[in-house]
Every structure is written in structure tokens, then in C-alpha cells.
């Protein structure tokens, strides 16, 4: 919650902008590495839901480990600090030369999702006279009962190797030259919020299909078991920091026996998405047959997840909070892009608000700004931080 003088000095920045509580990171994350030492569990931050120098640096700073899907976030996160040796590495599609920076590098984890990456990986760490760390990415085909273009562990995804491969792969790893296989991926979805269900769930499949490597002589250092805890977006006041606890707890319950293996996962949203904050004006307040529009000059350029996923994002009036007015009306709040999905939310109650006013679009900090694009020519979106203002 802002306070009137914060909310001052917010009205005079240009907007929209994104504005980033470290305050808050530094509990969530600190709650995260509590966590983290109690439970014996390796947390690696995917870089994916937010990518802002500071953010990385600090997680970074942590101690904890960076999850990437891309060979530019591998040069991120080593860039930002964190460890070679903490650095796992996904996606389906990895391009020779994003392999090549991740042998070269030597980071923990080249997590592979399919057979011809793990012939590509061989091949192109022999060329190197280099050995590479792999994993597999397995498709456990779980349901994460969350929306289906979050969804990734289904079988009908691309993400991952299916149980019908599983002899396959293990002969490719024993007959590889170059590789040194560390353990089993997965992630089936995200914005989770079946807690113990979906997890539990996970960790039972997970576990069957290490015996079933092990049984086949391939030993099992690493189980990965990915991202996807959920945050409340209804009311990000309510739960700032997400209950982190209970999903370390799911996990660990789903592994009573380790034998010396390491379990890992990878938060990506949970971490940095109640940090961040989309602040954006009211252009115009144009009044319609039956409704009455806020017009704000963020679009889906800056925030797709509206328009993409149906996402819900909490919209406040910041400028009616200094002025202690209270809910009185109900707009639809819409962006200025040419798109009809281009809506913040329908039939919103709010202060009565003015051209001008500023508005917060709240749970912006994860798959915000880094979805974010220049459609229709409109400026990138900046970023502030609420202990700099
Ligand atoms: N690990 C892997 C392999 C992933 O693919 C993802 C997210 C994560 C970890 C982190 O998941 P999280 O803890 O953030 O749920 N743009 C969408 C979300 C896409 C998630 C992609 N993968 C959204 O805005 O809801």
C-alpha cells in the first residue's frame, strides 16, 4: 500500500511506467531462502517473469539459482551474478549457438526436452572437447487445473519427453560421449493455486518415473520439479508474500525418502509478481449509453496479460486515495491500443474518477514488463523503484 507522499511523487513521472517495490522482494525472497535452508530444497528464480537489472542482481545476491529458456537469459544471469553452477537452462527450442554458450559456460543444468537436443548437446559438446551437464525434461502429463496456455506438463504439449521415449532416452544418455546426465525436469504449469492437489500429484509421477530410470542403471542426482506457485491477483494486499510454506511443504511431504538426491524449483511469478506495479493516467472519462469508459494511456502493449489470457489484474485509483475518496462508481477500464481486447477490467468499482488521475494496475511484476512491446509504435514502459522516487 502506498503511502499519500509516495503517491506525490509517483504523479509527477511520466507514465505509464512500472514501479517495483524492493522492500517487498526482499521479504519474499527472504521468506523463500528461509524456506529453502529448512526444507533442503534449491531455489532457482526463472528469469523469464522479470528481468530488470536490479531484481536479478539482487535475487542474485540471495544466494539463490536463476532458471532460464533462453541463451540471452543464461548471459543475464551470469551478468547479474549468478553462479555458473546454479544456472538451468530450458525450452524446446534451443538454437546451436544458445547450446554452445551453455557447455561453454558450464552452467548446472542443460535441461533437454526432447532426443534430438540430447544428440545436439553430444554433438556439439564433442566439438568442443567440453562435457555438458544434462537433464530431462520430462512431460509427466499432469493436469495443473490452471488456464490451458499456462499449462505445460499435459501430454498433448510440446514441452518435454513422454513416457513412450523413456527407454530411448536412456540408451542415448548411456551411449553419449560428452554428457554427463544430472537428473529429471519438470514443470507443468503456473499460476497454480491447487496447492497441495496439483503438487502432490506431481511429486507421486516424479517419483515413479525416477525408479523407473534408476531401475534402468541411470542414477538420479537432480529432480527438478519446476515452477507455478500461484499468487492471489483479487487482493495482492491480502497476500503480499504467497504461502510459500505450504508449497516447500507439499514438496518435501512428496519426497520423504531422498537417498541423497537434491530436489529444485523454480519460481518465477510468486517471487516478483506483488512487487511490481503498472502505474498509468486517465486520459479521458468518456461516458457511454450504459457504461462509462476510463481511458488509460497503458495498453496491452505494456501488460498483455489481460488481453492474451483473461487475466484479472486489481486496477486502484491512486489519485482518489490522496484525495480519501472512497469506491462510489463503476467503469470499465480500458487501454488506448486498437484492439477490443485491449481492457484492464469490466464493470470495475472505483473512486469517481477524473482525467488525469493516476491508476495502479496491481500483481504487475511477474510477465509484465518483460511481455511488454512496442505494438502500434508506443513507447516502452520504464522502471522505478519505490525506495529511489
Ligand atoms: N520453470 C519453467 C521451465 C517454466 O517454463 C516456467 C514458466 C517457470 C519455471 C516459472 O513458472 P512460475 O513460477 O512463474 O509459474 N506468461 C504467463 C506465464 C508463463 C509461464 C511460463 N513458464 C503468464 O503471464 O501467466
Redesign the pocket.
Known sequence: MLNVNQITKLQEIRTPFYLYDMELLGRTVAEVARLSAEYGIEVHY?V??NAQPRILEYIASQGLGA?C?SGNEVLKALESGFPAGKIAF?GVGKTDLEIETAVRNGIFSINCESLPEIEAVDAIASRLGLRARVSARINPDIDAHTHKY?T?GLEENKFGISEYDFDALISLIKKSKSLDFNGLHF?IG??ITDVEEVFSLECRRAAEIVSYFEDRGLAIENIDL????GIDYENPDGHPVPDFERWFGTIAAGFPERNGRKLHI?????LVAQCGTLCTRVLFVKKGKSKTFLITDAGMNDLI?PAL?G?YHKVENLSAVSRGESVNAVYDVVGPVCESSDVWGEGRELPESFRGDLLAIRSAG??GQV?ASRYNLRDLAGAYYLDTL
Open positions: 526463472a523469464k517473469a532458471d529458456v530450458a499456462i505445460t514443470h503456473s499460476q519446476g515452477g507455478g506457485l523454480e519460481p518465477g511469478r510468486s496479460r489470457y487475466a511477474a510477465y511481455m
